[in-house]
């Protein structure tokens, strides 16, 4: 005979503001097999859980139903309290009447009524709810981040000074990241080659970090302390064992006329190159789409120059497959492209850059020294318009709604540090807030409106035209003195939204972590678990989680660290007992289960069965592994006799629920 | 052709490839034949027949028969063998144990078809491969064999076996003009009431014989969900009569991406019912959301609803979005 206990919380305003909990209470205690119905304004509190433990002990209770906040905010703390009263933390429902209801509902009535209705759901789940015990499973000692950016380095040493071992994923050819492109930081205007490579340098020689540049993660299996990844190192066409930086090739190699992307394309490579000078791993990769001697099989010079024969024109992509107890996301960003911009006139005039080409222009490593040159006709500019939001907070549809948040600290040292340099410039900035938080910031920019002069206009470029004569025609609004503006400018610099890098939404895929609709990816909890993603073991660094700069980047990196440090530092992990098995008298042996299952959680046997004509017969048969299963329940919708069931979510369970909602 | 069938099958009993053969015999009718496994050339000579009328599908049977001692030769025609090959991809069949033979099929005649003409009292029918004779107890009749044939041959998707060790006769080619889609096409043209209704004067007239299920050579369970009591549905008494019409609705789905569009379902069916056109609904749904897919049409592929893949589109999600369509 079931005993259930009804527990419905206020949750303080947040559900009693629009649920009637006093009547849900009453009417879930008329329910079958409820002994007990009562609200409390916290549950969660500890008289709230005490309120619980006494219910379970004085009432002799077997089943309990808690009404309030998401399972995925206090189930755990429910499942623990029932365990301290003395029964199965598996005994415990919750009806979700706060997400799923008081927050999404205005009128009470209607609040009230299905708060009732979900509630007697989960009194028809618990009557089928069955004590469950976990098992355990063991943690591999070793993280993969997969991002070599300033956020998947910091992560990555932090762990490794714990003591564990890292593996760094990076698709170029040199960790590094956007920090590399970037001249100086904000607000301490401290070079950003200066800061970020020693930590480079230091990834390197840590014994415990270990760096697959030029490589991608293929695919992931496994689950949290278990996974499993197929790291792709491509194709280099260098041995990087023989390699030794030198750069002879890369100054010998006849193909000149390479775009070269560290440059964002404002000068050439060779096709045999080593990005920066500062690159980790300092090792040569030959561009395959440029290479005379891979494409027509004639040339070799890089070879023919090479001391220490490290060039190997046949070399393949390798595959490398390694096991790790955690894995940390930290694909980071780019700019977006500005092709729905054309206003702007970014595709018609060389002179109109995004910021991080301008980062490029005045870097004493870029195209033109560190001298800042107009593209166009290497003349100094002596007019600059700097446009803040482009492309962030568009709700029109062609950008992002998003605000980016490093624009307009970026923009506010651009403008200052062309006024030190050039004090002849006139500098522009169109903007349409100016927003500073942090420390030191505002103070940053309030010295680049007042002492470095800079103008400072609030309004939207409407047009940019470029004219015959070189100059570039802006036209704008001024807001606050309610005028059009038109400007003759020499360079027009955008600063151009950022949105997640392209490939972290297959990454997403693989790691099996939700996105938004932005593609970044999203945390467990927006406030309370900033660096964890919803799938347990999978950890957010960086602005591939939202955008963010580089001290709070590096800031959540560390966090990021932490987290995994105290994944890794667990000998054993506690399963969730909620895993699938299959009924083999029903079991056709289909495959159709194992097709589906993310983890490879299922095999087969061949047993053998008494079949109801006294004969023996040999049927193949599913067989769940439940160290390995996390629950997902694929199978058991796959399943087309229905042999596959799920421990804690039963089909049966599923059925009563729907019946509930029905009644 | 069938002398050439039965000659086949006596070699391969006599020099102990098989030791058993499953085939059709006459039933109780000429135009009625019904599968059988025969284990001598005498039980061959006696009654094995293989002519215009052999429209049972033989793959379903192969899941027990294909468990059973030694090993066993098997006639199939094109469209069985995609049954065949998909029992094969879900180990429901084990190969090894099987000999396949492909038949040459022109198309079944199907004795219901030939009643819907307003042919009654037939006594018996035979076919020339041209005409077929049809002998009633009011007089002969002649048809073209193209206007006696079943449903499921009438729109016949491919007369390419898929799957055999030999053949015997001719192999044809996928039928790419196939107008198996053309109800389901004025079905989806429907209003949701006018299509209700179709589907209610259809599915009413169900008598849950069950004969669709068993013959369904993607419905293998061990024990189907309508026979398990833990499934909650089983032999459970009908609030209302749609409720016995979710058995087909139910049945499709599960059958859904695993069916090969044999068409046995509709041929059994003694209440006429089109059951082939939710299957099709179906397939061409899948088709149309995840590319052509055949089921059976190899061992190897995966199935659109058994796999996932980057590109797979979500389809309530996209018609939202306003994508793919």
């Known amino acids: 005979m079931h005993r259930i206990g009804v527990f419905v919380c206020h949750c303080g305003t947040n559900i009693a503001g629009t649920v009637d909990v006093k009547a849900v209470a009453e009417a879930l205690g008329k329910e079958p097999g409820v002994v007990s119905s009562v609200e409390y304004q916290y549950m969660c509190s500890e008289a709230g859980q005490t309120l619980i433990k006494d219910a379970i002990k004085n009432l002799k209770l077997t089943g309990v139903v808690i009404c309030s906040c998401s399972p995925r905010m206090h189930e755990t703390t429910f499942r623990r309290t029932a365990a301290a009263a003395g029964i199965?933390?598996?005994?415990?429902?919750?009806?979700?009447?706060?997400?799923?209801?008081?927050?999404?509902?205005?009128?009470?009535?209607?609040?009230?009524?299905?708060?009732?209705?979900?509630?007697?759901?989960?009194?028809?789940?618990?009557?089928?709810?069955?004590?469950?015990?976990?098992?355990?499973?063991?943690?591999?000692?070793?993280?993969?981040?997969?991002?070599?950016?300033?956020?998947?380095?910091?992560?990555?040493?932090?762990?490794?000074?714990?003591?564990?071992?890292?593996?760094?994923?990076?698709?170029n050819s040199t960790i590094g990241g956007k920090m590399t492109q970037i001249d100086k930081t904000f607000p301490t205007l401290d070079c950003a080659a200066c800061i970020l490579t020693p930590k480079m340098v230091d990834c390197a020689q840590n014994e415990k970090i270990n760096i697959y540049s030029y490589s991608e993660v293929e695919s992931v299996s496994g689950f949290v302390g278990n996974f499993t990844a197929k790291i792709k190192k491509k194709a280099r066409y260098v041995d990087a064992a023989k390699c030794t930086g030198c750069g002879v090739c890369t100054e010998k190699c006849p193909m000149k006329n390479v775009p070269n992307e560290f440059n964002l394309g404002m000068n050439n490579r060779r096709a045999i190159y080593i990005p920066f000078a500062q690159a980790v791993p300092k090792v040569a990769t030959i561009d395959a789409d440029y290479c005379n001697m891979l494409?027509?099989?004639?040339?070799?010079?890089?070879?023919?120059?090479?001391?220490?024969?490290?060039?190997?024109?046949?070399?393949?992509?390798?595959?490398?497959?390694?096991?790790?107890?955690?894995?940390?996301?930290?694909?980071?960003?780019?700019?977006?492209?500005?092709?729905?911009?054309?206003?702007?006139?970014?595709?018609?005039?060389?002179?109109?850059?995004?910021?991080?080409?301008?980062?490029?222009?005045?870097?004493?490593?870029?195209?033109?020294?560190?001298?800042?040159?107009?593209?166009?006709?290497?003349?100094?500019?002596?007019?600059?318009?700097?446009?803040?939001?482009v492309g962030s907070r568009d709700t029109s549809g062609c950008g992002k709604p998003y605000c980016s948040k490093i624009c307009c600290m970026y923009t506010a040292k651009h403008a200052m540090l062309t006024r030190d340099k050039y004090p002849d410039t006139d500098v522009y900035v169109f903007y349409i807030d100016v927003r500073t938080p942090g420390k030191n910031f505002d103070e940053f920019y309030r010295r680049a409106v007042e002492e470095y002069g800079v103008h400072y206009i609030k309004g939207m470029v409407g047009k940019v035209s470029p004219r015959a004569d070189g100059k570039?025609?802006?036209?704008?609004?001024?807001?606050?003195?309610?005028?059009?503006?038109?400007?003759e400018a020499d360079l027009v610099v955008l600063a151009a939204a950022i949105e997640p890098d392209k490939s972290a939404r297959s990454v997403a895929t693989m790691l099996t972590a939700s996105m938004d609709t932005n593609d970044f990816f999203t945390e467990a909890h927006p406030k309370l678990r900033p660096v964890e993603s919803p799938t347990a073991g999978v950890f957010l660094s960086g602005v591939c989680q939202g955008p963010k700069d580089i001290p709070e980047t590096v800031a959540q990196a560390s966090a990021c660290a932490a987290k995994v440090i105290g994944l890794l530092a667990k000998d054993k992990l506690t399963c969730n007992p909620c895993v699938a098995h299959s009924n083999e008298n029903l079991c056709n042996g289909c495959s159709a289960c194992e097709k589906v299952c993310?983890?490879?959680?299922?095999?087969?046997?061949?047993?053998?069965?008494?079949?109801?004509?006294?004969?023996?017969?040999?049927?193949?048969?599913?067989?769940?592994?439940?160290?390995?299963?996390?629950?997902?329940?694929?199978?058991?919708?796959?399943?087309?006799?229905?042999?596959?069931?799920?421990?804690?979510?039963?089909?049966?369970?599923?059925m009563a629920e729907v019946d509930a909602i029905c009644k | 052709m069938q002398e050439a069938v039965i000659n086949r099958a006596k070699e391969l009993l006599a020099d102990g490839t098989v030791n058993r053969v499953a085939g059709w015999?006459?039933?109780?009718?000429?135009?009625?034949?019904?599968?059988?496994?025969?284990?001598?050339?005498?039980?061959l000579d006696a009654d094995f027949v293989y002519n215009d009328f052999c429209a049972p599908n033989l793959s379903k049977y192969l899941v027990k028969e294909s468990r059973k001692e030694g090993k066993l030769l098997v006639f199939l025609k094109p469209c069985d063998t995609y049954s065949f090959n998909q029992l094969v991809k879900e180990h429901r069949i084990l190969r090894e144990n099987v000999y396949v033979i492909g038949v040459e099929c022109t198309g079944k005649v199907d004795a219901e078809t030939v009643k819907l003409k307003g042919i009654k009292g037939i006594t018996s029918m035979e076919s020339d491969g041209e005409n077929v004779t049809i002998h009633t107890l009011y007089g002969n009749k002649v048809l073209p064999k193209s206007e006696t044939l079943g449903t499921k041959c009438a729109t016949c998707k491919s007369k390419k076996h898929v799957a055999y060790d030999e053949l015997i006769g001719n192999d044809g080619e996928v039928d790419?003009?196939?107008?198996?889609?053309?109800?389901?096409?004025?079905?989806?043209?429907?209003?949701?009431?006018?299509?209700?209704?179709?589907?209610?004067?259809?599915?009413?007239?169900?008598?849950?014989?069950?004969?669709?299920?068993?013959?369904?050579?993607?419905?293998?369970?061990?024990?189907?969900?309508?026979?398990?009591?833990?499934?909650?549905?089983?032999?459970?008494?009908?609030?209302?009569?749609?409720?016995?019409?979710?058995?087909?609705?139910?049945?499709?789905?599960?059958?859904?991406?695993?069916?090969?569009?044999?068409?046995?379902?509709?041929?059994?069916?003694?209440?006429?019912?089109?059951?082939?056109?939710?299957?099709?609904?179906?397939?061409?749904?899948?088709?149309?959301?995840?590319?052509?897919?055949?089921?059976?049409?190899?061992?190897?592929?995966?199935?659109?609803?058994?796999?996932?893949?980057f590109g797979d589109c979500e389809p309530s999600i996209v018609y939202s979005r306003g994508g793919n369509e």
């Not at chain 1, 070879?303 to 096991?323: F, L, M, N, S």
């Not at chain 2, 015999?25 to 039980?43: L, M, Q, R």
Request: aromatic content about 8%.
């Open chain 1, 88 to 171: 199965n933390p598996y005994m415990v429902e919750i009806a979700n009447i706060r997400e799923q209801c008081s927050w999404i509902h205005k009128d009470k009535a209607t609040a009230t009524e299905k708060a009732i209705i979900l509630g007697r759901t989960a009194i028809a789940k618990v009557t089928l709810n069955t004590p469950l015990t976990s098992m355990e499973s063991p943690v591999t000692k070793r993280a993969l981040v997969i991002g070599g950016g300033i956020a998947g380095i910091q992560t990555a040493l932090d762990i490794a000074e714990a003591g564990f071992e890292v593996d760094i994923v990076e698709k």
């Open chain 1, 295 to 389: 494409k027509k099989g004639k040339c070799g010079v890089c070879a023919k120059v090479c001391t220490a024969g490290a060039i190997d024109y046949k070399q393949q992509d390798e595959y490398v497959e390694r096991e790790y107890g955690a894995i940390v996301a930290a694909t980071g960003y780019n700019p977006i492209s500005l092709e729905n911009y054309d206003e702007f006139a970014y595709s018609q005039s060389k002179d109109v850059i995004t910021s991080l080409e301008f980062e490029r222009l005045t870097n004493a490593a870029g195209p033109t020294s560190g001298q800042l040159l107009r593209p166009s006709d290497g003349q100094h500019p002596h007019t600059i318009v700097f446009v803040q939001c």
């Open chain 1, 472 to 487: 570039l025609m802006v036209q704008a609004s001024d807001l606050i003195a309610n005028e059009q503006l038109h400007i």
């Open chain 1, 598 to 654: 993310p983890y490879g959680a299922i095999t087969y046997s061949d047993k053998e069965f008494r079949m109801p004509d006294r004969t023996v017969a040999i049927r193949r048969v599913a067989l769940v592994n439940p160290a390995v299963c996390q629950g997902c329940g694929a199978c058991t919708v796959a399943c087309p006799s229905g042999a596959m069931d799920l421990f804690g979510f039963s089909n049966k369970q599923i």
């Open chain 2, 25 to 43: 015999k006459t039933g109780e009718f000429s135009f009625d034949t019904t599968p059988a496994v025969f284990t001598s050339a005498e039980e």
């Open chain 2, 176 to 309: 790419e003009e196939s107008k198996r889609f053309e109800v389901v096409e004025k079905l989806e043209a429907m209003t949701p009431d006018e299509r209700y209704e179709f589907w209610r004067g259809e599915l009413s007239r169900c008598i849950r014989c069950n004969a669709c299920r068993n013959v369904c050579p993607a419905c293998t369970c061990e024990s189907c969900v309508f026979d398990n009591p833990d499934s909650g549905i089983a032999q459970k008494a009908a609030a209302d009569s749609f409720e016995e019409n979710m058995f087909h609705i139910i049945r499709a789905f599960h059958v859904t991406g695993r069916c090969t569009d044999c068409g046995e379902c509709t041929r059994v069916c003694p209440q006429n019912i089109p059951l082939h056109l939710l299957n099709r609904k179906y397939i061409k749904d899948i088709n149309k959301f995840y590319g052509d897919f055949q089921a059976g049409a190899d061992t190897i592929s995966k199935a659109p609803l058994n796999d996932y893949t």
